[in-house]
């Protein structure tokens, strides 16, 4: 999107220029955002901040709610940033298109591959808090075709052999736990799981019960999916949360602005029943997964 800004009779116009994708879903902007983007609004970015937690600042009234100690809700708040101001780079070193859609890009390395999209992108993240964690025979997702690939097979020398939606394990490797081998695991998992699989695997979740870690999810080939990293509450009980997310092309996971409300932005409020417009995608619904 190209924003150009004219002054007709003393009055300053504002021209919007759209990208529109031939799935309708994809959007780089939304008018009334991008008009409320030209009047001040409050900032709520700590630009030295190197972390989720204190890059960016919380509105008044509100504070972070309580995780315990080492579980994935914290490690996703700590989670580490670029210097602010660094632009969404895509897998072939190119920058995206969009570089006004994010305020910070999260330190996780994008493979030159180009298979780490928006679903492989946090199932790496719950990947590798699970062996941060010394969790790693709880790592493991499902394939579209609903068979489950852990790590702890695919360590011990197991590989599939796919024939259509038919798949079997077979032994053809010699065992194999280190950490490249592990990231080789991964981009098998990038290959035949996504959103649709996450899905059709992973328990839902209402919004009145939202948590850190839980996925806004559009299930399809292609679908869209992005991840709650950060989540306070008032003395109301009212929550706001911040979403990042991954993309295609295989890009870096970036912080994701608010265009619809930019008087909280880059926090997001959500209503159960209710469509949600983020910078990439317009969800029809607040429908969100969780990691098991």
């Known amino acids: 999107m190209k924003k150009y800004l004219m002054i007709i009779g003393g009055i300053i116009v504002l021209i919007v220029i759209f990208k529109v994708t031939s799935k309708g879903k994809q959007l780089t902007n939304h008018v009334?955002?991008?008009?409320?983007?030209?009047?001040?609004?409050?900032?709520?970015?700590n630009e030295?901040?190197?972390?989720?937690?204190?890059r960016v600042t919380l509105p008044e009234g509100y504070r972070r709610t309580v995780y315990p100690e080492g579980s994935f809700q914290e490690y996703l708040r700590h989670y580490q940033l670029k210097k602010h101001g660094s632009p969404i780079i895509n897998y072939d070193n190119t920058r995206?298109?969009?570089?006004h859609w994010h305020d910070a890009i999260l330190e996780i390395p994008v493979p030159a591959n180009g298979l780490q999209q928006c679903a492989d992108?946090?199932?790496?993240?719950?990947?590798?808090?699970?062996?941060?964690?010394?969790?790693?025979?709880?790592i493991g997702f499902n394939f579209t075709s609903g068979h489950y690939c852990s790590w702890k097979k695919y360590a011990e020398g197991y590989r599939p052999k796919i024939k259509g939606n038919k798949v079997t394990f077979h032994k053809t490797a010699s065992p194999n736990a280190s950490k490249s081998n592990f990231y080789k695991y991964l981009n098998l998992i990038y290959?035949?799981?996504?959103?649709?699989s996450l899905h059709t695997e992973l328990p839902k979740v209402k919004v009145k019960d939202l948590t850190i870690g839980d996925m806004l999810v559009k299930p399809g080939s292609p679908g869209h999916i992005e991840i709650i990293v950060d989540e306070i509450v008032n003395d109301q009980g009212d929550k706001m949360f911040l979403l990042?997310?991954?993309?295609?092309?295989?890009?870096?996971?970036?912080?994701l602005k608010n265009f619809e409300d930019t008087s909280i932005?880059?926090?997001?409020?959500f209503k159960e029943n209710t469509s949600v417009y983020t910078p990439s995608y317009y969800f029809e619904e607040a429908l969100f997964i969780r990691f098991k």
Do not use: H
């Open 191 to 196: 290959t035949y799981a996504g959103t649709l």
């Open 121 to 138: 992108a946090l199932m790496r993240m719950r990947a590798e808090y699970l062996w941060d964690q010394n969790r790693k025979d709880k």
């Open 244 to 255: 990042a997310q991954g993309n295609t092309p295989a890009q870096n996971v970036c912080l």
């Open 32 to 45: 009334k955002g991008a008009m409320k983007n030209i009047v001040s609004a409050p900032d709520y970015i």
């Open 48 to 54: 030295s901040g190197d972390a989720i937690s204190t």
């Open 96 to 99: 995206y298109f969009a570089q």
């Open 265 to 269: 932005s880059p926090w997001y409020r």
